[in-house]
């Protein structure tokens, strides 16, 4: 097949979001954009980083300038990653596989979902940047344990525990549009599991169900923590008494997250949620964010606001579908090239010189 084009348009992370429509059916893209309920957390996640104004500082001197950084004693770059985002086949006949190429070409770290949809052992085969691993805490430990094994003996560097999801969350715009994964994108790391429950009438939908009934809790992060020496970050977490509680749990990073307002409508945007969580969390273990994230500038402000990087979600999907692992590739060349540019005009010339003074206030 012939490879794909990047129009000459496609200056910025928004445009692949226009150009994806060309590439996907309106069901994928009501999966892949749409957000909880009302979806007021997904237009707030975007709000709130264009509430936040810069302060900008002249005559500095670049010289040496970078934007390198190390995380659990790995090196990058620049401080963005790509956030863990289910059955990419659904938008891209190679999937996981051509993010992973994307990403690895920019060296840039990539977070595999538990639900993707190419094994994860290829994935790591292929990879040329560090490549975490997000988990779910699956019904039951057997299965967990499992999934770690292969985790670990694959070579993934980290594990992401989400800890939002144990719902799906009300998806209307989802539902709206019909829409069905295709076969093709099923999470291929997991074996079927129990079947979905049908609530009988009279009984509670959700309270009634098995997995509802098999929700994890703090002593299951316990458990994790004991059966593993990779880093744990535990992402989807807004609330500050969580991250104190996380901390006492021996967790390595916490990922300030809503999930891309996709889960529980109503709450705020991760970047307003930010400074809660930096200041229980009080330097002991890094803290990223995503949510919104679409200009190298909400980069500089997350960062401004105390997270050490910050993932990305959708736009890399928009780029995935339309342009393959260069889409991918570009979207990160674009948002690293943003940060560069906002970094020197903030007067900052390391990541370490960007904080709180940075932001007009
Ligand atoms: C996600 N996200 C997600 N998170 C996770 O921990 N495991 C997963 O399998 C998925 N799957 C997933 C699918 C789709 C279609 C989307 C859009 C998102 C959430 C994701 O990691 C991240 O938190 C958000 O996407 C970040 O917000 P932005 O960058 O999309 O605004």
């Not at 509430?51 to 005559?59: A, D, E, N, S």
């Not at 525990?161 to 099923?186: C, H, I, K």
Request: contains cysteine.
């Amino acid at each position: 097949p012939p490879l794909p084009r990047i129009p000459a348009h496609v200056v910025a992370l928004d445009d692949y979001a226009d150009l994806s429509r060309e590439h996907m059916s309106e069901g994928a893209r009501a999966w892949l954009d749409g957000g909880a309920a009302d979806e007021l957390t997904l237009k707030d996640n975007r709000a709130a980083f264009a509430r936040l104004k810069l302060k900008p500082r002249v005559l500095q001197g670049m010289h040496g300038g970078h934007t390198e950084l190390s995380l659990f004693g790995q090196r990058f770059a620049y401080p963005v990653l790509l956030a863990p985002v289910a059955h990419q086949r659904a938008v891209h006949p190679d999937g996981e596989l051509a993010t992973l190429l994307g990403a690895s070409a920019m060296g840039a770290g990539m977070v595999v979902s538990t639900q993707a949809s190419v094994a994860l052992e290829d994935l790591a085969q292929a990879a040329h940047a560090p490549l975490w691993f997000q988990l779910y805490m699956l019904a039951d430990r057997a299965r967990t344990s499992a999934l770690l094994a292969r985790v670990e003996a694959a070579g993934y560097q980290a594990l992401v525990l989400t800890v939002d999801a144990p719902v799906t969350g009300v998806r209307n715009r989802e539902q709206r549009s019909g829409f069905v994964m295709p076969d093709t994108a099923t999470a291929v790391n997991l074996d079927a599991g129990a079947p979905a429950h049908i609530a009988r009438p009279g009984e509670s939908p959700l309270f009634g169900s098995p997995l509802v009934a098999a929700a994890p809790g703090w002593r299951e992060l316990e458990w994790l923590r004991a059966q593993t020496r990779l880093p744990i970050l535990l992402k989807g977490i807004l609330n500050p008494d969580d991250a104190a509680q996380a901390l006492g749990c021996g967790v390595d990073g916490i990922i300030v997250s809503n999930h891309g307002g996709r889960v529980l409508d109503g709450v705020p945007a991760s970047i307003d949620a930010l400074p809660g969580v930096v200041r229980a969390v009080d330097g002991a273990v890094p803290i990223l964010l995503d949510g919104g994230i679409r200009r190298g500038t909400d980069v500089l402000k997350a960062l401004a606001l105390g997270a050490q990087a910050v993932l990305v979600g959708r736009p890399y999907m928009h780029a995935l579908a339309s342009a393959g692992p260069a889409g991918v590739a570009h979207v990160l060349h674009m948002l690293r090239t943003e940060l560069e540019m906002a970094m020197i005009l903030s007067g900052c010339r390391t990541l370490a010189d960007i904080d709180q003074r940075i932001l007009w206030q």
